[in-house]
């Protein structure tokens, strides 16, 4: 297997995701191998027993590595700028190692209330199963932040912007404030995309992406990954997690993920725009309520979204009229987008967060996190534009009418 690293540290971001990490075989084939291989074999029971020593880098197993995997982390690393990157089986996968893997008993860990359902789950029911300490903050509210963080803590996560209401997170700062408390500062990077915002960059620590949606991008396969430039906690936390407990990604689905980078920059480029002009056409329309899309100048942290995304992102939010009611009707009308709980795919996918992804909550929380009956959370697929808002006016109609 060949691959040239030193060539790839100066490509540009789009050369690094059409090549970055590509390894060819012997058979100098143009697309990357798949290599659906669960173990490899030694020439000699030497060989076997030198691999086992570490005395020689090789592939052991593919629990612990494989061609088509490497290939994947490496151009998603590539792109992220970031050192090391590790893939999993999904997005809670991932999010789960990068918690799990160094949090336990007599750890804090400090996260933003506005999260994911599974993961809220695991920072709320699990990790204090494991003797953990969590503590929630409002993710905006830097003076919450700088309370909870005012004592020693191992931990902090958040997700910027958040689901659904795409609150804004400001990085820098709640890292620094992190930093001074002794935590390492892990970030759901999934809405934003590693194409909008750079975490790292922004004083992050660990980065996690459910590859699930827009690196696979066309509703084909579930994955995660986590990046870091931390050496301490991949050697220390994250490999032996991986090692013995075992979400690794499958060869398969790396190389479907591998193939999504390639298009991954021109994908989000169109699913922001699309988005753009849905949120500008909903923000004129009275028969919605709390338009909310980053790239808005209405949207509550518009100035900081603009400093730290490239972008406004590919999902918006908004209430339609009539609460429940009125948005089940307005789902249920559409004929363009699709009913879905995913997001990131190429077709336009709607769902309703209060009855589906936040359904465990009490109503008492999805009233504090701003999760209305009417609300309704819009992935900006890859389809006509004029076509999504022409299916997005009939259905208000029918909602409203
Ligand atoms: C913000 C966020 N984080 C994590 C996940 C989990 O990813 P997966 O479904 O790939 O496990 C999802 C979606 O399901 C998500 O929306």
Sequence with gaps: MSNDHNTTSNWRPQTRLVRGGTQRSPFDETSEGMFLTSGYVYGSAEDAEAAFKGDVDRYIYSRYGNPTVDMFQERLAALEGAKHCVATSSGMAAVFAALASQIGAGNRIVAARALFGSCSYIVEDMLPRFGAESVFVDGTDLEQWEQALSQPTDCVFLETPSNPTLEIIDLRKVSEMAHAAGARVV?????????????????????????TKHIDGQGRTLGGAILTNDDAFIDDCLTPFMRHTGPALSPF????????????????????????????????DSRVDDVLYPGLKSHPQFELAKAQMSGGGTMVTFSVNGGKEGAFKFLNALKVADISNNLGDTKSLVTHPATTTHQRLTDEDRAHLGISAGMVRMSVGLEDVEDLKEDLDQALAAATS
Aim: proline share 4%.
């Design 187 to 211: 970030v759901d990077n999934v809405f934003a995309t590693p194409i909008l915002q750079r975490p790292l960059e922004l004083g992050a620590d660990i980065v996690m992406y459910s590859a």
């Design 253 to 284: 689905n790396a190389w479907v993920l591998l193939k999504g980078l390639e298009t991954l920059d021109l994908r989000v480029e169109r699913h922001c725009k699309n988005a753009a002009a849905i949120a500008a056409l909903l923000d004129g």
